[in-house]
T-cell receptor
Framework: DAGVIQSPRHEVTEMGQEVTLRCKPI?????LFWYRQTMMRGLELLIYFNNNVPIDDSGMPEDRFSAKMPNASFSTLKIQPSEPRDSAVYFCASSTGRSSGANVLTFGAGSRLTVL | QKEVEQNSGPLSVPEGAIASLNCTYSDRVSQSFFWYRQYSGKSPELIMSIYSNGDKEDGRFTAQLNKASQYVSLLIRDSQPSDSATYLCAASGSARQLTFGSGTQLTVLP
């Protein structure tokens, strides 16, 4: 398996623009997570899905952020409009629903977002 | 208060020494604990998982869990310069998401 695939790896945009980050989880993994990492706040959970259904979005900072998972192999995190304080590395991670691998997250390479 | 606390460091140890990384957690519901390693500019990668009180060893790494004290630690024996990274402690309860600590930056000096 190629692991968790994220795109783009780097994104530089101007304040007010829409940003869409993409993620392909590991095939067969039932859980998909979006995390954000900054120096100040560390690694924070934004939202996670189970079998394509959002389970907990309490970490989504505000209405400018939205996430979807239209099928088992694809998820998007959208920021509209973007602001400089959204600059961070956004990680997607997935895990299996089987008890033997429960809660063991495999991370993608991350998308580094810079909002000017 | 953050649910998972770590000393941010930086922690420096000489090559060949034992590096000791510590973590406390506040949620008594937490059942599963993990140590992830993150090299600069890279994504976190799992080193160890531990679910029961006591020690768990894997090569040069030993994870220790004490649920009564709400304490998790990671020992790295015979530290190598390639172990220099940020180590993230994470905890999970009945839900599937992990809560991460802020990480401890470890430098192993040649």
């Amino acid at each position: 398996d190629a692991g968790v695939i994220q795109s783009p790896r780097h994104e530089v945009t101007e304040m007010g623009q829409e940003v869409t980050l993409r993620c392909k989880p590991i095939s067969g993994h039932d859980y998909l997570f979006w995390y954000r990492q900054t120096m100040m706040r560390g690694l924070e959970l934004l939202i996670y899905f189970n079998n394509n259904v959002p389970i907990d979005d309490s970490g989504m900072p505000e209405d400018r952020f939205s996430a979807k998972m239209p099928n088992a192999s694809f998820s998007t995190l959208k920021i509209q409009p973007s602001e400089p304080r959204d600059s961070a590395v956004y990680f997607c991670a997935s895990s299996t629903g089987r008890s033997s691998g429960a809660n063991v997250l495999t991370f993608g390479a991350g998308s580094r977002l810079t909002v000017l | 208060q953050k649910e998972v606390e770590q000393n941010s460091g930086p922690l420096s140890v000489p090559e060949g020494a034992i590096a000791s990384l510590n973590c406390t957690y506040s949620d008594r519901v937490s059942q599963s604990f993990f140590w992830y390693r993150q090299y600069s500019g890279k994504s976190p990668e799992l080193i160890m998982s531990i679910y029961s009180n006591g020690d768990k060893e894997d090569g040069r790494f030993t994870a220790q869990l004490n649920k009564a004290s709400q304490y998790v630690s990671l020992l790295i024996r015979d530290s190598q310069p390639s172990d220099s990274a940020t180590y993230l402690c994470a905890a999970s309860g009945s839900a599937r998401q992990l809560t991460f600590g802020s990480g401890t930056q470890l430098t192993v000096l040649p």
